[in-house]
């Protein structure tokens, strides 16, 4: 029998795992749950749409609920909720509040005899893996993480708040030097200036001042005021034949040294190039829901980060087969 | 109190063990068993050196024993053998002979009550990680390792027993072109020679048949017949000077697909340089080593592989702790 799935949210994030879904052998997609009119909610291989408050009506027909609500107002609500009732997991990326979703997915999934892994996708999540064995292995050494070439949607939407902005989205870039800096073992010590250039293509309604809209963004306090930004204005033609995907990526880098002078210098280099974030956010997520359930079944439960996963549990294979074929 | 270490077996990967050690804050090394001698083995931070037969004294002395002979001869005998009384890890990496060392040990280590985690290194070990991370995260891909720039100790030693050569170094090289075709996920399908080249850096006797040789090392099935090799003659004098390291390294790679029609292409890449392929492999194994006495703790026995083993337990740090800062 298959683990048999639910989605909490049909964004783009749900859609993903909708597609990773189909791609396992031992999975399938029971269920999706939206706060819209089901009947207004069309997913793309026809699994079948529910409304929201109807979940607990599956709590007996799903093994793993994967939850692909925002991290600013749904996951913290929603993701404890569902695990007083479900085997979830989420890919909550607000790193200042994760001790405290933890806390309540914890509580939540302990009473309910149910596991929660939270903040999964790829950072956090498989940059967070990274930077943990980079420290277990070169404890005498230091960590970067760069992120992009990619879009980020935060600071896209940053600009369309902008008065006489109509669309616009940012690439984040790494800097090709600060690169090299960390690759050749130079330790470098970098500014967010020295590591990532923001570059904007922007839509400007006719007749807005471009000039002021420029400065506005380049000033922004946060987003923009601590980094080198270009600013491009193009029309709404170009903007949605070039620059509609949702591509990104990033290194984490451990650098460290060994010997008994520390002479020999040693370097990990984990780099992920995506076309699309939200597609393979949720290949990881399934991977985890797969863990989920499989962990759950041993009779754990509570909240579990990647740093709790055994790798085993992410595949469907035997361990036997694991280990003939891929160690 | 910190985690006793014993090393067994004092050679290159028993001093990078004796390094690694040192640069952590929560394990001493205790002590070093030898077939030799041990009045004739002298540690770099003077830990005591023990015959390997008086080993037993210890069995309530060391939390865990780091097994340092080669995969050969030394860890089928040995590995087992230990496991009966001491949680162990080692760094067996005949790939052919995985599973079998496997049962050997987990039949020793259950009826002990101790943990004996098998095959830790880069590859086996971190490299086999990201295959199967890969895999659970992008099961509609492939998947690519190749090795090097780096010393293949094996490859020299095939070259040092040709008649008429004093010494030689051998290095594993990339194909650039091959590594960029797996990059842009052309998933290619590649020969061993279409994968890696090889160079061989010769020192040979006065008066040597240098084309005999040259047509010898070229032609040896298994070890070159089927790669483009170059050899260099070189003087003792420039093979010490400038061939005396043993730098390694190497990619793993993933490269998959999603999206309704799989339109969407993604690349992992997982890449190492280290400039000592025994002190980086010795960190590896004494994080699992950590590892193996924190699991032990929590009463869990047998044989176990990287696939096995949390990212939490390689980490002295608190789970709490781990969360808020590299999550």
């Known amino acids: 029998m298959k683990i048999r799935v639910g989605i909490v949210g049909y964004g783009n994030l ?6 990773a879904v189909k791609n396992t052998e031992d999975m399938e997609l029971c269920a999706v749950f939206t706060r819209r009119n089901p009947e207004t909610v069309k997913t793309v291989f026809n699994a079948p ?22 991290s600013a107002n749904d996951l913290p609500v ?21 001790p405290s979703h933890f806390n309540n997915v914890d509580a939540a999934a302990k009473k309910a005899g149910k596991i929660g892994i939270i903040s999964i996708g790829w950072d956090p999540g498989l940059f967070s893996l990274m930077r943990a064995l980079g420290k277990a292995v ?6 970067y993480t760069f992120w992009g070439k990619g ?3 935060g600071h896209s939407d940053a600009i369309r708040r902008i008065d006489g902005v109509l669309d616009a989205r940012q690439y984040t870039i790494p800097i090709e030097s ?25 839509v400007a309604k006719e007749g807005a001042d471009l000039n002021k809209i420029e400065n506005e963004i380049k000033t922004m306090p946060n987003y923009f ?7 491009h204005f193009i029309s709404m033609e170009e903007l949605n034949k070039n620059h509609k995907g949702i591509p990104h990526g990033g290194f984490v880098f451990r650098t460290g040294s060994s010997g008994k002078d520390n002479e020999n210098k040693h370097v990990m280099e984990f780099k992920l190039k995506l076309d699309s974030n939200p597609e393979f956010t949720s290949g990881v997520l399934v991977a985890f ?17 990647i740093f709790d996963i055994a790798p085993k549990y992410l595949l469907s294979e035997s361990e036997e087969f694991l280990r003939k074929t891929m160690l």
Chains 1, 2 share one sequence.
């Open 14 to 19: 749900g859609r993903g795992v909708e597609y």
């Open 49 to 70: 749409v529910y409304n929201i408050n109807t979940a607990l009506n599956f709590k007996d027909k799903l093994d793993v609920l994967i939850m692909c609500g925002g």
């Open 78 to 98: 929603q993701t404890p909720e569902f695990a007083q009732h479900f085997n979830i997991v989420d890919s909550f990326d607000t790193h200042a509040k994760i």
């Open 138 to 143: 070169l404890p005498n050494g230091n960590d």
């Open 151 to 153: 879009v980020s949607q």
């Open 178 to 202: 600060a690169l090299q800096s960390v690759r050749n073992c130079e330790n470098p010590t970098l500014t967010a200036r020295e590591k990532h250039l923001r570059e904007c293509f922007v």
């Open 225 to 231: 005021d601590e980094y080198n930004t270009t600013v």
């Open 289 to 305: 829901a797969r863990a989920a359930y499989k962990l759950n079944k041993e009779g754990v439960s509570g909240c579990k980060t």
